[in-house]
C-alpha cells in the first residue's frame, strides 16, 4: 500500500512538474548509493526532485519529512549522476514536492523549489 501510494504520488507529481515546464529526463534514478525519485530540466538548470505522499497532513507536510539524512544521501546520488554523465559544470537544485491525498478524494500538490 505504501509503496503503491508513493507510486501514484510520483506520477501526479510529474504531471505537475510537466504542467509547470519541467523536462523529466529520469524517473526512480539508482545507483549503490540511493536514489532520485525525479530528475528534470527546469530551463537551463538540472534538478533533483525528491516527491513525498502522504494520506493527511495532520502532522505536518509531507516534505517536511525529507530529513537531513535523506538530503546527504539524495545530494550524493546527483554528485554520482552529474559526474556519471559528464555534467559537472551544469547548474543545478533540489526541489521537493509534497501531496495530500485527503479524505475528499481531492489532491493538494505543493511544490517547493530549492528545497535544501
Do not use: H
Amino acid at each position: 500500500m505504501k509503496k503503491s501510494l508513493g507510486m501514484k504520488g510520483e506520477l501526479i507529481a510529474i504531471q505537475e512538474l510537466e504542467k509547470r515546464g519541467y523536462k523529466i529526463l529520469a524517473r526512480n534514478f539508482s545507483c549503490k548509493i540511493g536514489e532520485i525519485d525525479i530528475i528534470a530540466k527546469e530551463n537551463e538548470t538540472l534538478v533533483f526532485i525528491e516527491v513525498r505522499s502522504r494520506n493527511k497532513d495532520d502532522f505536518g507536510l509531507p516534505q517536511e519529512t525529507i530529513n537531513y539524512k535523506k538530503q546527504s544521501k539524495v545530494r550524493k546520488v546527483a554528485e554520482y549522476f552529474l559526474v556519471k554523465n559528464n555534467l559537472q559544470n551544469v547548474e543545478c537544485r533540489f526541489d521537493a514536492v509534497g501531496i495530500v491525498w485527503n479524505t475528499e478524494k481531492k489532491i493538494k500538490v505543493m511544490l517547493n523549489k530549492d528545497a535544501f
